[in-house]
Each structure stands twice: as C-alpha cells, then as structure tokens.
C-alpha cells in the first residue's frame, strides 16, 4: 500500500513518466481523462460531479472543496458569498505544494499545480461555474482561487466584507492530512498507466517510484535491517489509522507480514468504488522492489480480494 500522505509526490513523478513518454500533450491528455472519469465520476459521493449534481453548481463547488481542503490541512483564508454566489479563498500554504517542495531527493514535476486548473473547470464549466487560480506564488506554496456563477464574476475588495460573508480561516494544524480519497486517484493513476501503455509499464513505473521516492527508506533497511522495514510498516499503518489490521513476525532471518484486509478497498467501497486490476502491484510490485534494492528476497503467500495478504521478507 501507498499512503494516501505519499500520494503527492507518486502523482509528480507520474506526470513526469507522461513527460517522457508523450510530451505535455501526454500529461494534458491525463489531466483531461481525469477529470471527466475521476473527479467528474456522478457515482462517487466525494467527486465534485456528484456534489455539484446534488446541491447545484456553486453549492456542490463548496461542499466537495469543504471535504478536501480539510481532509488535506490546508491553511487558507476563505471568502463564501452564498448569495452572490462566489468564493475567494487565498491558500497561504498548500500542504501538496508545501510536501513537494520541501523533498530534497526527488524534483517536482514542473508545471505540478496546473492541474487543479485543468480538472476542476472542465467539470465547473457544465454547471455554469466559472473557475480561476492565481499560480504566481506556487514557489512558495500560496495560490489564490476564485469561483462563481457564469457572467457574475465579483468585483470586491475581499478586506471589505458584507453581513452575508462566511469568513473561513482553516490553519493546516487544525486537521490531521489524511485524504483518503488520493488513494482512489493513485489508483486510477497506474490503471490509466496499464491500459494506455501495457501492464509492464505500469510494473516500471512502480518500480522506478519505489526506486526514486523511497530511497531514504531503503538506505535505512539496507543499515539496520529487517527491523527497520517492520517499524517503517507499522507506522505507515498507524498513518493510515489502520494498525488492528497489520501483523508481524520478526525473527533473526526473516520477516513475514499479514493484513488482515485492506483499508483502502474497504474506503472504496464505502464510496461505491472498487479498485482496479493494477491494485494489487501495490503489494506486489512495490514490496519487490523495495525488497530487492535493501537487499532482501520478498514472497507473495497470498492476496485476496479484499487486500487481505500476506508476504514475507527474509534475507
């Protein structure tokens, strides 16, 4: 499993792979699937479709981003005129933004935050909501964000508010980050990987992610060893709010793993989601790989279709 608090940079490194396959075309190809099967799905109650097809556009707008914003800690201010039907809000730190340019080991996609531009007004647009992002100060992790119904674009200074404002002033320590709903996108991620270039691409592309991102977790278990990967999973698991679900058993020479079930398909299906045919390399797949680089073998015993597995390290 991938945590969805890892989902930031496995999505930057994504978009860099499309890069080199395709070109800019490649990356905007996906954003564009993306947002008309992922966050313009009408069957998931946590996509921005669903909400705006159930409270209308500008309402359903503020009810998906009430969701996500405070699911990934952001610290924003935020303006929402309910009556002229606008919002403002100016991200003074994006923690996705914030996590990319914080990593000293891998380089961010280069035009990252560009998608949220990309996804979210193509669904917007067909509720007549217009959408516009400032990126100027994505150096620095700050962007600002305007929303509104179509031929109604606000003209106000936002110090300067009016009796019928909601004033939301969101500080990222106020919330856990913990959005689940990237592991649905990091699914949807390596699908899209396998079906648009092959299986086998979808496997390199794990596998150069493994490589890359967690090459500061795999210098540790190559220095101290099985014990290092027993406690890297435990606290991946206590992240996840998952720990009841995972077991170990270390000894001198090996280290086998149980999950009891996944928690991400579980978290699927509440959605009325299920995980794609590519999920299960992220057990696979990516122990293997981060086996093999620390210098350990890996087995799959077995992997059923809730995710419960199990699998053992040895040296």
């Known amino acids: 499993m991938i945590s969805c608090t890892e989902f930031i940079p496995l999505y930057s490194e994504f978009f860099k792979f499309l890069e ?21 799905d009408k069957t998931n109650p946590n996509s921005l479709a669903y909400n705006c097809e159930k409270y209308g556009g500008y309402e359903g707008a503020r009810a998906y981003w009430g969701h996500t914003l405070t699911e990934e800690a952001c610290d924003l ?17 994006c923690p996705s933004k914030g996590m990319l340019n914080s990593l000293k080991h891998i380089e961010p996609y280069h035009n990252y ?42 003209d106000f200074d936002y110090t300067k508010l009016t009796d019928e404002c909601i004033v939301i002033d969101m500080k990222s320590e106020d919330n856990k980050y913990l959005h689940r709903d990237f592991h ?36 540790d278990f190559k220095a101290k060893g099985l014990v290092a990967l027993k406690e890297w999973l435990e606290k991946l698991y206590e992240i ?3 720990s009841e679900l ?11 793993v149980t999950i009891d079930k996944s928690p991400v398909i579980e978290y ?4 009325n989601q299920k995980p794609s045919e590519y999920y299960i390399e992220q057990t696979r797949t990516l122990y293997a790989a981060i086996a093999k680089e620390s210098g350990f073998s890996f087995e799959l015993i077995y992997y059923n279709d809730d995710g419960s597995t199990k699998f053992i390290f040895s040296k």
Not at 191 to 219: E, H, M
Not at 246 to 256: C, G, K, M, S
Not at 268 to 271: E, I, P
């Open 246 to 256: 995972l077991h170990t058993n270390l000894n001198d020479n090996a280290l086998e």
């Open 113 to 154: 935050c560009e998608h949220c531009n990309v996804i979210y007004s193509r669904i917007l647009k067909d509720y007549d909501i217009e959408y516009e992002m400032d990126h100027s100060m994505i150096d620095k992790a700050m962007c600002t964000e305007l929303y509104y119904e179509k031929g109604h674009r606000p």
């Open 77 to 93: 201010y935020m303006i929402c005129n309910p009556v002229k039907k606008y919002t403002y809000s100016v991200m003074r730190h």
């Open 184 to 219: 649905l996108i990091g699914d949807h991620a390596i699908k899209y990987c396998g079906d648009k270039y092959g299986r086998d691409w979808a496997i390199d592309f794990l596998t150069n992610f493994v490589i890359n991102f967690y090459s500061p977790q795999i210098a």
């Open 240 to 242: 996840e709010e998952a």
């Open 268 to 271: 699927m299906h509440t959605l």
């Open 20 to 40: 080199a396959k395709g070109g800019e075309k490649a990356v905007m190809d996906y954003w564009v699937h993306l947002s008309d099967t992922s966050i313009g």
